[in-house]
């Protein structure tokens, strides 16, 4: 979808990107050390309950918000699914994976045609995909409904 005011020259009326994610967790100094350690974030800021994390050019990509160890996890109703962090090349996808292997977290790893991902939920159950565009290397350009099983560590 694209903003038609953005094709005569005047300024676009609807949002463009995604600012940042916003988690609730139990643990603050676990969750930290998972999106650092799984993720490669670095804290640019911390207040209280709250750290906030980036990957560089913004003043942070990830928020992680402490709610205590009674809280309950995520359920199956009406919610966020997953939220989803797009990797470079095939070498950065399958060193997710061995860090998330390390740290003996299960990993669904879906090839979708489109993309490859990685899906895994963090130290809350938070859902979370790291993918790997391949449009372009396979010249598709649409999902057509393609879940299949791939091997992560037989990335080029």
């Known amino acids: ?3 038609e005011s953005a094709t005569d020259g005047t300024e676009p009326t609807h949002p463009h990107a995604v600012g940042h994610v916003h988690l609730k967790v139990r643990d603050l100094e676990r969750a930290l050390a998972f999106y650092r350690d799984v993720l490669g974030l670095d804290v640019t800021e911390r207040e209280g309950r709250y750290v906030f994390l980036s990957w560089g050019e913004r003043h942070h990509d990830v928020a992680l918000q402490e709610v205590g160890g009674g809280a309950d996890g995520p359920g199956l ?4 699914y997953h939220v989803a962090f797009e990797v470079a090349a095939p070498s ?4 997710v994976y061995e860090r998330l292997r390390e740290r003996e977290v299960q990993v669904s ?3 979708h045609g489109i993309s490859k991902a990685l899906y895994f939920s963090d130290p809350d159950g ?3 995909e790291v993918y790997l565009d391949t449009r372009e290397s396979r010249g598709e350009t649409a999902w057509q ?10 990335l080029a």
Do not use: C, K, Q, W
């Open 145 to 154: 409904g393609r879940n299949e099983r791939f091997d992560p560590t037989d």
């Open 77 to 80: 109703g009406v919610g966020l």
């Open 109 to 111: 790893p879906v090839d």
């Open 1 to 3: 979808m694209t903003d």
């Open 92 to 95: 950065a996808l399958a060193s």
């Open 126 to 128: 938070n859902g979370i």
